[in-house]
C-alpha cells in the first residue's frame, strides 16, 4: 500500500487549495478513504472520509460547509477541496486507508 499526498502549500486567508492523495498497491475502489491533519502541538484530527463509491462523505465540524472530500476511483485518487481558509486550517495533511498513512502534504494559511 502507497499513498501519497500533494497540492499543500501557502496560501491566504480565505483562499483555496486541492490536496490529492495518488494510491497504489491495492483495488482503491474497494476502500473507505480519509483525510486526517495535524497542527503544531496538536493530535492528529480526523477531517473527512469517503465511501468506496464516493456516495456517502462526511466531515468534522470545523471544516463542514467549507472542505469537500471526492474521489476519482479510475485514477485510484482521492481529493480534498479546500475553500475560505483559515490560519487554524494550518496543518500536515494525511490520506488514510485502513491503517496505512501517506507521509502528509504541509498547508499553511497565513498572510
Known amino acids: 500500500v502507497q499513498l501519497v499526498e500533494s497540492g499543500g502549500g501557502l496560501v491566504q486567508p480565505g483562499g483555496s487549495l486541492r490536496l490529492s492523495c495518488a494510491a497504489s498497491?491495492?483495488?482503491?475502489?474497494?476502500?473507505?478513504m480519509y483525510w486526517y491533519r495535524q497542527a503544531p502541538g496538536k493530535e492528529r484530527e480526523w477531517v473527512a472520509f469517503?465511501?468506496?463509491?464516493?456516495?456517502?462523505?462526511n466531515y468534522a465540524d470545523s471544516v463542514k460547509g467549507r472542505f469537500t472530500i471526492s474521489r476519482d476511483n479510475a485514477k485510484n485518487t482521492v481529493y480534498l477541496q479546500m475553500n475560505s481558509l483559515k490560519p487554524e486550517d494550518t496543518a500536515v495533511y494525511y490520506c488514510?486507508?485502513?491503517?496505512?498513512w501517506g507521509q502528509g502534504t504541509q498547508v499553511t494559511v497565513s498572510s
Open positions: 498497491g491495492f483495488t482503491f475502489s474497494n476502500y473507505e
Open positions: 488514510r486507508r485502513g491503517d496505512s
Open positions: 469517503i465511501s468506496s463509491a464516493g456516495h456517502i462523505t
